[in-house]
């Protein structure tokens, strides 16, 4: 049986992954010199989303989760 997860382990697991896979994209986007690729820009604009929501938890700044997601993840 898998191991479950409480809703705050689900939420630092989703930020750490949504947080990996924007830095992977932006690195690919800054080597082919910017945003050329239409699924990349969706792909990224999704996860900046997905990480706006997890900012608004109540315990995000408490444990470590703010900061500015589109300066750094420019959609």
Known sequence: ???KL???DVLLALYDEATTSLEELQ???DEDGGP???FVDGE???LVVCLE???KWQK???RGLEFD???TFPV
């Open 1 to 3: 049986m898998e191991n």
């Open 6 to 8: 409480s809703a705050e």
């Open 27 to 29: 690195a690919v986007q």
């Open 36 to 38: 050329t690729n239409q």
């Open 44 to 46: 990224k604009s999704a």
């Open 53 to 55: 929501f997890i900012m």
């Open 60 to 62: 995000a700044k408490e």
């Open 69 to 71: 997601v589109e300066g």
